[in-house]
């Protein structure tokens, strides 16, 4: 194979593994305001644990794999696993005390976190155009998610320390998903996280009869389950083997428009001018970072 075809192919996974990214987003987009309506219905841990169980379900099509698994997948996939759990823990929590608006921009915060950890845990340095365009993202979510509100309450600290751990999360997925089979990595992981999860229900005592479980509260649960999660746990994964851990740290950045778009399709909730203005922003950050320099 000629280097230019290498080159090539190598180019097309990686504009792939941006699409997927941008995918994910958009799914990401959704749970901020159905989780905090379901966890008004549902204990926090128990509702937690069903949606990574049902998404590690849905990676079922791959467990013909596990006859392959080896300690270094089990190790990485447990290491990654427990820093998501943590996230999405304290993400949840924050958003029963704490606007969903607001969760999205401090969940956010991730995205300028990413460089600097990178550097601080691995001395990877980026060019100066990432620094650029994570300040333009964290500027441009401040006029999307704080016009209007002030303060801050205990949730919005539950949710500043999911934002430090999902920078850890990319972080770490940055190098483990380059080294394993990324199919069974993405299996130990919602394994992890699914019993942390109904760990932590059963340490707080959490009790629901799950037989009245309404038919729209199940579906919303294998929505969350197979669509929000298990394909963004196979995009994300995927697709970081291709595109670095800063990219995909800006590219995140555009979960909290998509959230505030179907906020805006799905709630009763409206964008401003200093909301698009926002928006705007962040795409710029994201094509700034994505698009390859000419020099």
Not at 27 to 47: A, D, H, M, R
Request: charge should be positive; include cysteine; hydrophobic fraction near 55%.
């Amino acid at each position: 194979m000629s280097k230019n075809a290498k080159k090539s192919g190598v180019s097309n996974k990686k504009i792939l593994g941006i699409i997927l990214l941008v995918i994910t987003t958009v799914l990401w987009g959704t749970t901020f305001i159905i989780t905090k309506n379901v966890i008004e219905n549902i204990p926090l841990f128990l509702y937690l644990g069903l949606r990574f169980s049902v998404a590690l379900l849905g990676l079922s099509p791959y467990f013909f794999r596990l006859k392959r698994i080896n300690k270094k997948t089990i190790v990485m996939g447990a290491v990654s696993g427990c820093i998501y759990f943590i996230a999405i823990a304290t993400q949840t929590i924050g958003l029963t005390t704490t606007s969903a608006g607001k969760a999205g921009f401090i969940t956010g915060l991730n995205t300028i976190m990413v460089p600097f950890l990178a550097y601080v845990l691995f001395k990877e340095a980026f060019k100066k155009r990432i620094y650029l365009a994570a300040t333009l993202s964290i500027v441009g979510m401040a006029f999307l998610f704080l016009e209007g509100e002030g303060g801050i309450i205990i949730g919005d600290i539950w949710v500043l320390t999911c934002a430090f751990f999902c920078a850890l999360f990319i972080i770490y997925n940055d190098k483990y998903v380059r080294l394993v089979d990324v199919y069974l990595y993405s299996i130990v992981q919602l394994f992890i996280i699914s019993v942390c999860c109904f760990a932590s229900s059963f340490i707080l005592g959490e009790s629901y009869n799950l037989l009245n479980v309404d038919f729209t509260l199940w579906m919303i649960i294998i929505y969350m389950g197979i669509g929000v999660t298990t394909l963004t746990f196979l995009f994300q994964n995927w697709s970081q083997q291709h595109v670095n851990s800063a990219k995909t740290a800006i590219i995140f950045a555009l979960e909290p428009v998509f959230a505030a778009l179907f906020g805006f399709l799905l709630g009763n909730e409206t964008l401003s001018l200093f909301a698009w203005i926002g928006c705007g922003l962040i795409f710029i950050a994201i094509l700034i970072t994505v698009i390859k320099n000419r020099d």
